[in-house]
């Protein structure tokens, strides 16, 4: 009897995750399968019966001249947001483990950028690259360029704007990690002669990477499904010079008078295999360094 109690409590307490697993996670994800299957207009995704496709949806996406461009600036805009958010985070976090005089106060106004709403970072960001009236060109005067406007520079200005927004999350969860690592080592090492940088890549880089893991794979995930930053400052343009997966099944959806429901589910499906392919690379490859 009390057995049986004891795994209906166990059930009691599963049973809400598993509603909020299933109602936010693998509905959703089933409907975007769905629709990339199927040939939906607004009537019959609105009332139902869309007749099925196959993989027709597929097909036209990656037929479509704009897949390699897309790829190329997805792919462009994860890994470069990932190496500089996390090179400067790692380096702030060294930097805040000294802890001299005002160092809560500064990493307190590390977090703002973290904190803010991302519409009001990429608007800040937007007017600040303003080819008129933005900050950054006053500032450069005869090397101003049109930051958001010019196909060379479009994308270069929102990965700067989701590297700034990004810092804060590397210096947080990896300053966490500092903390845990015993400060004997530390005086060893000195005793031992060994100069700064000797110390970071034989002790803090080593005994971080655990958490190093854990702060690439999130930051990959979330960097892959940037929408917000990218469509408020160019909605991927001009010419789609700053267009990834994500813009594109948006545009694709809801960015035309006639949205092509299927076809940007298929997008969203691309990118959703591209973030599990590089998640799992990247466990792969971390379990051989472990082993």
Known sequence: MKTARRQWAAWAFLAPVVIYLVAFYAYPLYRNLDLSLRHYTVRSFVRGGAPFSGLDNYKTVLNDPAFGPALTHTILFTLLSLVFQFSIGMALAVFFRQNFRLSATLRALFLVPWLLPLIVSASTWSWMLNSDSGVVNWV?????????????????????ANIWIGIPFNLVVLYSGLQAIPTDLYEAAALDGATGWKTFWRITFPLLRPVSAITILLGLVYTLKVFDIIWIMTRGGPVDSSTTFATWSYRL??????????????????????ALIFGLLYIRIQRRQNA
Request: proline share 9%; net charge neutral.
């Open 140 to 160: 450069l005067g005869p090397l101003r360029e049109n930051w958001l406007t010019s196909p060379t520079w479009s994308l270069v200005s929102v990965i700067i």
């Open 253 to 274: 959806s809801f960015g035309n008078l006639l949205p092509s429901f299927g076809p940007g589910a298929a997008v969203g499906n691309l990118l959703i295999v591209m």
